[in-house]
């Protein structure tokens, strides 16, 4: 499917307004959009797979000062993040796409697709968010299970693409299952989709894997000409509530994206541009998170282990786990003592844990012990 630059806009409106009427489910929590509202007092937060080192300090002082530039749009400074960026990862700015999040590229993306009454195929569980504005925008949704180690099934994806096939949705590492792919599998997946098909891989937790940046597809932007990557400063980088995120691919995608780009590509501020930047230069403080991560997953792993609890090692800042061992309304009684864990609908028979500091990650293996049957 080519991206069609003509009749974006107009579409793109309309979809907004539809979406308006059809509203949002709080049922995913943050990947709806909407916030499910925080309890009261200071409860310990494992549900959104926030990072609780962040932001860097080097980010809080630059943010400061770039404050005193608030008053000027941002513009000069976008193109310096992704000069910073384009340093970073090897590929031209004109390969990126800087967004509040990658929410907004997931979400044009879902548009894109649904707006031309295309279909959207995935395996499933994995983040909600295209799918859901692909399905609102009037997208067909075609999901393929996992494997049985819970990680995306390539040979199912490829036996389930079809000339109706718009675009593969691939999240590596997956949530909220937590696992990630031998890249060099991912790699000739990519390269095995048909060129009409377009291929968006999902990196948001990348630096939390086994193969960490190596294995990004990022090396094929300039090779395929249909795949887009989707990265977020959310995660590692530890600013999810400034909102910034990017897009990777070949230079006609980004100016394609881009064009459809209801904020002009301007919907990042001064603060989330510099403290991304900075963070960028500080790569000390990535390694630190990604190694107390490790930490405070240990305490969960030697848990499960004692009780028995089947869950998968994870390649992510969170944990996917089997519900059974636990009460069935383990995640409203762990609200009650001031811990949120996650449950979506359609998580039949897991729950997910953020990882949070390892005292945090102590106090949960002591509180939702209590729940065990
Ligand atoms: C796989 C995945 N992609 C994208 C996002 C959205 O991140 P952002 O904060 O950049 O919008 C999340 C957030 O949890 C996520 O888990």
């Known amino acids: 499917m080519a ?33 499910e ?10 549900n959104w797979n926030e990072n609780p080192y962040g932001p860097a300090p080097s980010a809080l002082t ?60 995935t395996a499933y569980p994995t983040f909600p968010t295209m799918i859901m504005f692909g399905e609102r925008a009037g997208a067909r949704i075609k999901k393929v299970d996992l494997d049985s180690e819970n990680r995306f099934d390539f040979n199912r994806l490829k036996n389930a693409i079809t000339d109706k096939t718009s675009l593969v949705f691939v999240c590596n590492p997956n949530n909220p299952t937590g696992t990630e792919v031998p890249t060099e599998e991912l790699k000739s997946f990519c390269r095995s989709v048909p060129e009409n098909v377009l291929i968006c891989v999902d990196e948001a937790y ?5 193969a960490g940046l190596k294995g990004s597809m990022v090396s094929l932007v300039n090779e395929l000409p249909n795949l887009i990557i989707c990265r977020t400063f959310s995660k590692t980088y530890g600013l999810a509530g400034l909102r910034i995120g990017f897009a990777i691919s070949n230079e006609a995608n980004i ?8 904020g002009f590509e301007l919907s990042a501020g001064w603060a989330p541009l510099v403290a991304a930047a900075t963070t960028v230069d500080d790569q000390d403080f990535i ?19 004692k009780w028995g609890v089947e869950y998968n090692r994870s390649s992510t800042n969170f944990i996917y ?21 996650t449950k979506w609908p359609d998580m039949y028979n897991h729950i997910r844990i953020s990882v949070g500091k390892p005292g945090e990650m102590q106090t ?8 065990l049957v």
């Open 3 to 35: 991206i069609n630059r003509r009749e974006w806009i107009q579409q793109s409106l309309l979809a907004s307004a539809a979406m308006l009427v059809a509203g949002t489910t709080g049922a995913y929590g943050c990947a709806s959009g909407i916030s």
């Open 37 to 46: 509202r925080r309890v009261e007092g200071s409860p310990l937060l494992l």
């Open 62 to 121: 630059a943010v400061g000062e770039a404050m005193k530039n608030a008053n000027r749009y941002p513009d000069e400074y976008i193109a310096k993040l992704k000069e910073k960026l384009s340093k970073f990862y090897s590929v031209k700015p004109d390969n990126l796409l800087i967004t509040a999040g990658s929410t907004e590229v997931l979400s044009l993306l879902g548009q894109h697709v649904g707006l031309q009454k295309g279909e959207i195929l």
């Open 206 to 210: 990348i630096e939390y894997s086994n």
């Open 255 to 262: 100016a394609a994206i881009r064009s459809r780009h209801l």
């Open 287 to 305: 390694q630190m998170c990604v190694k107390k991560n490790n930490e405070g997953k240990q305490i969960v792993y030697d848990a499960y282990e």
């Open 321 to 341: 786990t089997r519900h059974d061992r636990f009460d069935k309304n383990v995640v409203a009684k762990m609200k009650e003592r001031g811990i949120l864990i």
């Open 364 to 371: 949960f293996v002591e509180v939702i012990e209590e729940f």
